[in-house]
């Protein structure tokens, strides 16, 4: 019988993976960050499972004893061609960078770079598995005419191909086994009921246990990571409050969603805009502490020479941001970051969600949602 192919498996799988992003996409499911790290971890798993898989299919079984065939005279066989590259390395490979990848990006849709190539190659070659298989058959049924037309008995298994189906899609059909065992091309092997499990049983049962509980434990696993779930606090939605409650040049520290909320005079953007509300993450991208308002620190400012109090200070290595979280001084690489920010002019509620993130710079008084 032909081996199962792994294909469907790894298909399957691929499939699921881009149904739950299509969902992502049109809003049913919430987004994953990194998902290239998952859908690249599984990756590297399948790869491995199926590089043992045809390491073992081209070892074969083990080789008979040399002194055996001496003694019977038995001829040596010729060599076996060697086999051909692997692919397993290379989707290793793959498997691995993506995951360092998605680790380094956590955009929400790289997860396709990976699940959308695999699943195409994963129908190509499962594809190409039934094609051989219906060749080996049509060959198969014309060595057994051939062998008849000679008045000679077909051989169950002639040159490697397997006798009458036991493949992907065709199993050997009871009748066609009968007869194969009553013509001597096949064994017919009568099986009698038995009372009680024997050792092989027993051990055959719990590896098939254990496996599928292994397989539906990871299956839970990544149904629990996929799952959306009421997120609060940081990563989120954040309901700051209504406009009144962040008068116009304010700063206002929201532990919840780990930002300052800061109302912009257009003094305070330096005359880049002409203000409004920006949300800076209370985070110093420099080591990642908690940089304070302090009212009482006077500082000059480099770019026009004016000095005067009010500035955000780290307080663990002393970089500067103004106003508007652009850095003036230290070993800060870059200015404080800013979270994505809506006001309804309706209800002059503000929502600033933690989640989305962007780099900041010099253009952070551009970001400024205007109200």
């Known amino acids: 019988m032909r081996r199962v192919s792994i294909w469907p498996a790894i298909l399957g799988l691929a499939t699921a993976v881009n149904v739950i992003l299509l969902l992502q996409a049109f809003g049913v499911l919430d987004p994953v960050r990194h998902s290239l790290s998952y859908v690249s971890g599984g990756l590297v ?10 390491a073992r299919e081209i070892a074969g079984p083990p080789p008979a004893d040399e002194e055996e ?6 001829e040596e066989e010729e060599e076996e061609e060697a086999p051909g590259p692997s692919f397993w390395p290379v989707f290793l490979a793959v498997g691995i960078v993506g995951i360092a990848l998605g680790l380094v ?3 929400p849709y790289a997860a396709a770079f990976v699940s959308v190539p695999v699943a195409l190659a994963a129908l190509g070659f499962w ?7 219906q060749v080996d058959e049509v ?10 037309a000679a008045g000679a008995t077909p051989a169950p ?3 490697g191909l397997p006798a009458s189906g036991g493949g992907l899609l065709m199993p050997v059909a009871p009748r066609a086994l009968a007869a194969q065992a009553a013509g001597g091309s096949a064994i017919a092997i009568e099986v009698t009921p038995r009372k009680g499990v024997s050792r092989r049983n027993l051990l055959r049962l719990t590896f098939w246990a254990g496996l599928g509980g292994g397989l539906a434990a990871l299956g839970g696993a990544i149904v629990d990571a996929l799952y959306p779930r009421g997120v609060t606090g940081f990563g989120s939605i954040v309901q700051a409050g209504t406009l009144d409650q962040f008068p116009v040049g304010t700063k206002t520290h929201n532990l919840e969603g780990k930002f300052w909320l800061v109302n912009l005079t257009p003094e305070q953007t330096r005359g880049v805009s002409q203000g409004g509300l920006l949300a800076l993450w209370h985070k110093c991208p420099h080591l990642g502490c908690t940089v304070p308002w302090r009212d ?4 000059t400012d480099p770019n026009n020479g004016q000095t005067h109090s009010g500035w955000f200070r780290c307080p663990c290595h002393g970089s500067t941001y103004n106003d ?3 850095r003036v001084f230290g070993p800060a690489p870059r200015s404080m970051d800013v979270m994505a920010l809506t006001y309804d002019p309706g209800s002059k509620r503000i929502s600033v969600n933690s989640g989305k993130i962007t780099k900041g710079s010099t253009n952070n008084p551009k970001l400024a949602t205007k109200v």
């Open 45 to 54: 798993i399948m790869s491995l499972i199926g590089w043992v898989t045809e």
């Open 69 to 74: 065939h001496a003694l019977h005279g038995e």
């Open 105 to 107: 990006y956590a955009w």
């Open 127 to 133: 594809a190409n598995d039934i094609k051989q298989e």
């Open 139 to 148: 060959i198969r049924r014309q060595q057994d005419a051939a062998a008849i």
């Open 157 to 159: 298994v002639r040159e």
């Open 296 to 299: 009482d620190f006077v500082f």
């Open 324 to 326: 508007a979280g652009v």
